[in-house]
C-alpha cells in the first residue's frame, strides 16, 4: 500500500473553515477528507451544496475525495485497523513539535473544534499529538491555517 494522508475534520463549525481546509488539503495533495460529528458537508444528503462551503473552497469541495461520519472512534479504529497513524493537532501537555514528527506510512492529522479543540476522550485514541509553537500573544492559530501549515510539513517529508 502506497503513503496515504487523510485529514479528520472533527466538529469545526464554520463551513468557511472547512471550504479553506478543502482548498489547502487540495493543493498540498491529500488523499482524502473524513468530515465527523457536526462538520458542515459540502453537500448534505439531498445534494443541496454548502455556498459557505464553496465560497472558500473554490472547486476544491468538488475534487477532493471526501466521506461524513456521524463519530470519530469507528473512524479512528477502522483507520488504525488499516496501519494508518492517527495524529492529532492540539496544544497538549504530551504534544510533540509538529516539525520533529517524520510519519513513516500512511497518516491521518486529526483536528478539532475552533474554540475547544480536540477533547481528551478523542485525544487518548490519537497515536501521538502534535502542535505548532507560538511564539506572539495569541496562544493559537486559526484551524484552516493551522492545518496549511502542519499539512505541507507532513507531506514534504512523503
Known amino acids: 500500500m502506497s503513503k496515504k494522508s487523510f485529514l479528520i475534520l472533527f466538529n469545526i463549525r464554520s463551513a468557511y473553515n472547512v471550504g479553506?481546509?478543502?482548498?489547502?488539503?487540495?493543493?498540498a495533495g491529500v488523499d482524502k477528507i473524513y468530515l465527523v460529528g457536526v462538520t458542515?458537508?459540502?453537500?448534505?444528503?439531498?445534494?443541496r451544496v454548502s455556498g459557505q462551503i464553496a465560497k472558500t473552497a473554490l472547486g476544491a469541495e468538488k475534487a477532493m475525495a471526501w466521506e461524513y461520519k456521524k463519530t470519530i472512534a469507528l473512524l479512528i479504529a477502522k483507520l488504525k485497523k488499516e496501519g494508518v497513524q492517527i495524529i492529532a493537532l492540539e496544544q497538549a501537555e504530551?504534544?510533540?513539535?509538529?516539525?520533529?514528527?517524520?510519519?513513516?506510512g500512511s497518516w491521518a492529522l486529526v483536528l478539532g473544534e475552533e474554540t475547544k479543540g480536540l477533547p481528551k476522550s478523542v485525544l487518548?485514541?490519537?497515536d501521538t499529538v502534535v502542535e505548532i509553537p507560538m511564539k506572539g500573544e495569541k496562544e493559537s492559530l486559526n484551524v484552516s491555517v493551522a492545518t496549511g501549515v502542519a499539512l505541507f510539513q507532513?507531506?514534504?517529508q512523503k
Not at 479553506?20 to 493543493?27: G, H, L, V
Not at 458542515?40 to 445534494?47: H, I, L, R
Not at 504530551?94 to 513513516?104: A, E, G, I, T, W
Open 124 to 126: 487518548n485514541k490519537c
Open 20 to 27: 479553506a481546509i478543502f482548498r489547502t488539503a487540495d493543493a
Open 40 to 47: 458542515p458537508c459540502p453537500a448534505d444528503k439531498f445534494g
Open 154 to 156: 507532513l507531506l514534504g
Open 94 to 104: 504530551n504534544s510533540l513539535d509538529y516539525r520533529k514528527l517524520k510519519p513513516k
